[in-house]
């Protein structure tokens, strides 16, 4: 049994975590490079490693590292050596590891021993243009393959416990590292899409298609950074196509306009524990936030869960 399903069995739910963007600026920190909350892996790790104890604290099980627009090509383009990228790769895992062996360590008592996610963003990441929202990257399957293989190889490498490739735009990007993560059957990993409606992801593919293409050849599925309203029936498709664990975390609600580097909107605000309880009731069992959200809103699912 993989570890994410030894800690289902053990509890038929799981909290995941919300934004660390969010919470970095949140602080004061200016997060305006194409790096996103990865440009401080160098500058200042200790307020990642900060960002993800609160996470825990607020009660999730499993958290995200900060390698989500963290790249080979992305790091060299900003001036750090091939050696510096594949370090600052290592050390998105190590931060989170570390964070999560203290909290466990202050809370003995945890009915699961918190699992990290390494973080694996879509090639419309690097280029930080919007396009993990539209999955226009133009690439074949072969070539999105090569940019994910080095990444991957290094954190599995690195200690890996589960790779979370998330915010995926087309049904080529998912293809293509379903490719890559043949190669580590030892490792968990997870799809998570990005989606255009309530049936189809970013590039028009239905849901369910991207269901079964994935088969079981990973260990989860499912939705992240869309709104609530919309996870839920995207959950709800899942549900119909794939016996395999479905994992969802919306945003806050608001669009990310990628022109003017901003979200644009106005925030659900709608209670997140009510958010948790629709997600676990269409389905879904790994259940957290993303883009917008703080630990506030990952203490209220995991209160919410709680009751459920």
């Given amino acids: 049994m993989s570890s994410l399903n030894a800690m289902l069995a053990a509890r038929k739910y799981l909290v995941l975590d919300g934004a660390l963007g969010t919470e970095l600026t949140r602080r004061g920190e ?26 825990l604290d607020a009660g999730a099980d499993i958290i995200l590292t900060s390698s989500y627009q963290a790249t080979l090509p992305g790091l060299k383009a900003r001036g750090y050596t091939n050696l510096e990228a ?25 009915l699961v021993q918190p699992i990290v996610a390494t973080s694996i963003g879509p090639y419309g990441a690097y280029l930080a243009d919007g396009s993990e929202y ?55 990993s997870w799809l998570t899409f990005s989606a255009r409606d309530g049936a189809r992801i970013s590039d028009g593919t239905p849901l369910a298609d991207c269901a079964r293409m994935a088969g079981q050849e990973v260990s989860a599925i499912g939705v992240n950074c869309v709104p609530a309203e919309l996870a839920n029936q995207l959950v709800a498709v899942l549900r119909n196509h ?57 203490e209220a699912v995991a209160l919410a869960l709680a009751k459920v």
């Avoid at 194409?34 to 200042?44: D, F, N, V």
């Avoid at 806050?252 to 009510?274: M, V």
């Fill in 134 to 188: 539209r999955g226009d990257d133009g690439l074949t399957v072969r070539q999105l393959a090569a940019f994910h293989r080095p990444r991957i190889e290094i954190l599995a490498e690195a200690g890996s416990e589960l790779f979370a490739c998330e915010t995926i735009p087309s049904a080529r990007e998912a293809e293509a590292l379903l490719s890559v993560l043949a190669d580590f059957p030892e490792i968990d």
């Fill in 242 to 298: 794939t016996s395999l664990p479905i994992v969802a975390y919306p945003n806050s609600g608001e669009l990310w306009d990628a022109g003017s580097q901003a979200w644009l909107g106005t925030a659900g605000r709608q209670n997140f524990d009510d958010v948790g309880r629709g997600l676990y009731q269409a389905g879904a069992a790994i259940i957290g936030g993303c883009c917008r959200t703080t630990p506030r809103d990952i």
């Fill in 30 to 55: 200016a997060l305006d490079g194409g790096l996103w909350s990865a440009q401080l892996l160098a500058e200042k790790p200790g307020v990642i490693s900060a960002v993800h104890r609160d996470y």
């Fill in 86 to 110: 594949e370090q600052l790769l290592r050390s998105s895992l190590l931060l989170a590891k570390h964070a999560r062996d203290e909290a466990s360590a202050a809370a003995p008592g945890r």
